[in-house]
C-alpha cells in the first residue's frame, strides 16, 4: 500500500467517523480492534490498516470498500461553501458529492499544489482594507486596468485555482470549495457575464481567508451576523478587484459629455461588471451622490439595450476537460467512469470534448 493510499484512507476514514459521530473508541470497538490505540495509528497514517480491518471498517461506517480508496471520489474531503439564497438541502447535497467527486479526479489527474495564497483578514477588518486587498490583488496578479478579462486564466495559471463554469442547482450562484492540494471557485455558467465575473472574484475572497475567516457552508447573506459581515467584505473586496480605482476614475472622466446612465452603462461593459455593481461602486469612490444615483430598473432596462447578448462558457475548463480526454485516450481512466463521473453519456462526453477542440477517439 502506498504511502498516498495509506494517507488518502485515513482521511475518508476519519471523516466518515466524524460524520456519522462515532467516537474512536466507539469505531474501534464495532471493527473488532483490541485497542483505540491501533484507529488512532491508522487514522493519522502512521499504522496501514489491513484488508480485512478496512472491510470492516466498511461494514461499519456503511459504505463500500473503495469509498476508502478509489481516488476519482471526494468521500467527505471536500468542504464547501455555496453562495445562494434559498436552496433544497437534499438536492444541494447531491450536487456536493457530484461536485466532490470532480475535484478529486481533477486533484488525481494532475499535481496536487499544497502551496496557498492567504490575505491576512479578519471579521474585524474594515471594508476599505478589504478594497484594498481587492486592489492589490489585481496588481499581483498583474491584471491590468479590466481585470475582469485575465482573472481566471491568472488565478489558474499564478497561483493553481481551479475555476470552473458548472451548472448549478437554482438559486446557486457559486461556490468556493478546499480539498487537500486543490482550491477550486466553481460559477454558474448561466448567469449573465457580469455577475459570473463577480461571484468569481467573491469566491476568490473566501478561497484567500478560508482559515482566517472560515465560510459558513450555505450563505446568502442572511446568516449569523459574522458570516454577514464576511459576506459584506467578500463584496468590497471583489468590487475593488475587478473596478480598480484609478482605472475607475479615469473611465468616468473619459465618458464625462454622456448622461448619468450611458456612463453607467459603458463602464459596467468595458470592466465586465453588472450595471448595479459599477452603480455601487461609483457612489463608493465618491464619482456619483446618493442623490445622482438612478433607479436599478431605469438602469438595468438601459443595459440590456446597449450590451449584446452574452454567450454562456462551455461546462467545467479546458485544463480539466483536457485531463479528462487525455486520461481516456490514454486508458488511465476507462470512459465509462469518466461519462460516470460527469453525470452524462459518450455522446455527451465527446461533445464536451469537441466544445474544447478535442476529438474523442477511445473506442467504449
Not at 500500500?1 to 471523516?15: E, F, S, V
Not at 465575473?197 to 482566517?212: G, P, R, V
Not at 448619468?260 to 470592466?271: G, L, N
Request: charged share 25%.
Amino acid at each position: 500500500m502506498t504511502t498516498d493510499l495509506t494517507a488518502r484512507i485515513a482521511r475518508r476514514l476519519r471523516a466518515r467517523r466524524e460524520q456519522l459521530g462515532l467516537s474512536q473508541d466507539q469505531l474501534a470497538e464495532r471493527m473488532g480492534l483490541k485497542h483505540r490505540q491501533t484507529l488512532t495509528q491508522i487514522e493519522s497514517g502512521e499504522r496501514r490498516i489491513q484488508p480485512n480491518e478496512l472491510v470492516a471498517a466498511a461494514q461499519v461506517l456503511e459504505v463500500k470498500p473503495d469509498y476508502f480508496t478509489d481516488p476519482y471520489q471526494a468521500a467527505g474531503e471536500a468542504a464547501f461553501s455555496f453562495r445562494a439564497q434559498a436552496v433544497d438541502e437534499a438536492e444541494l447535497a447531491s450536487f456536493e458529492r457530484i461536485a466532490g467527486n470532480w475535484l478529486a479526479t481533477y486533484r488525481a489527474l494532475c499535481s496536487p499544489s499544497f502551496l496557498k495564497k492567504a490575505l491576512s483578514l479578519t471579521e474585524r477588518s474594515s471594508y476599505e482594507h478589504a478594497q484594498l486587498a481587492g486592489e492589490q490583488t489585481a496588481r499581483e496578479l498583474k491584471l491590468g486596468p479590466r481585470p475582469a478579462l485575465e482573472l481566471q486564466e491568472a488565478l489558474e495559471r499564478e497561483w493553481g485555482i481551479l475555476v470552473m463554469y458548472v451548472d448549478f442547482p437554482d438559486a446557486i450562484s457559486g461556490a468556493a470549495s478546499r480539498i487537500d492540494g486543490l482550491q477550486t471557485i466553481l460559477v454558474n455558467r448561466n448567469e449573465p457575464a457580469g455577475r459570473r465575473n463577480y461571484d468569481l472574484a467573491h469566491e476568490l475572497f473566501h478561497i484567500l481567508t478560508w482559515d482566517s475567516m472560515p465560510p459558513a457552508h450555505v450563505d446568502g447573506g442572511n446568516g449569523r451576523s459574522g458570516s454577514k459581515r464576511v459576506e459584506q467584505l467578500a463584496n468590497n473586496f471583489a468590487a475593488a478587484l475587478l473596478m480598480p480605482a484609478d482605472a475607475m476614475r479615469s473611465a468616468w472622466t473619459d465618458l464625462s459629455e454622456s448622461s448619468i446612465i450611458e456612463r453607467i452603462v459603458s463602464m459596467a461593459e468595458q470592466f465586465k461588471v453588472s450595471a448595479p455593481a459599477m452603480k455601487w461602486r461609483l457612489e463608493n469612490l465618491c464619482l456619483l451622490s446618493k442623490a445622482e444615483l438612478p433607479q436599478d430598473a431605469e438602469l438595468l432596462a438601459a443595459f440590456r439595450a446597449a450590451v449584446r447578448p452574452d454567450v454562456r462558457p462551455a461546462p467545467f475548463n479546458l485544463e480539466f476537460v483536457r485531463r479528462m480526454h487525455t486520461a481516456v485516450e490514454e486508458g488511465v481512466l476507462s470512459l465509462r467512469k469518466a461519462t460516470r463521473i460527469l453525470g452524462t453519456d459518450t455522446a455527451g462526453f465527446a461533445e464536451l470534448c469537441r466544445s474544447y477542440g478535442r476529438q474523442l477517439t477511445y473506442d467504449a
